[in-house]
């Protein structure tokens, strides 16, 4: 009942039609918002130890390269875009900070640099 409420602030309380392409986005971004996170906070030394936990526990297709690997096929401006007009859209349902950029993908479309790049030089992992 409580998500038929949201669904109704968000969406007027008809059933969304979304795209593969707008699926896909709705479902993978937000993940790979976390994973920014993940890289700038130091819980990892390189995105590449990323790319092989989304591809190894997760399932991310392997062939897709890894989730930051993808995202960077994408393009981290794109991405941030996407993120912005769902933070928008899912807003009357308090939902719009899930779906907020964190400052690492938001610096990284800002100055066109790779997501895989990794933070600037920092302290090691902290774990």
């Not at 779906?99 to 990794?118: I, M, N, Q, T, V």
């Amino acid at each position: 009942i409580e998500s038929a409420g949201l669904l109704g602030k968000v969406f007027g309380g008809k059933p969304p039609k979304f795209s593969q392409q707008e699926m896909i986005e709705l479902l993978f971004f937000p993940v790979v918002n976390e994973g920014c996170r993940v890289i700038d906070e130091g819980i990892v030394d390189k995105a590449a130890d990323l790319d092989v936990a989304t591809v190894m526990a997760m399932g991310f297709p392997p062939y897709r390269g890894g989730l930051i690997f993808w995202a960077d096929l994408v393009g981290a401006q794109h991405i941030v875009s996407r993120l912005q007009q769902l933070s928008q859209q899912f807003a009357p349902a308090g939902l719009g900070g899930f779906f907020e950029p964190c400052g690492y993908l938001k610096a990284a479309a800002a100055s066109g640099r790779r997501l895989s790049d990794g933070r600037a030089a920092g302290p090691a992992s902290r774990l």
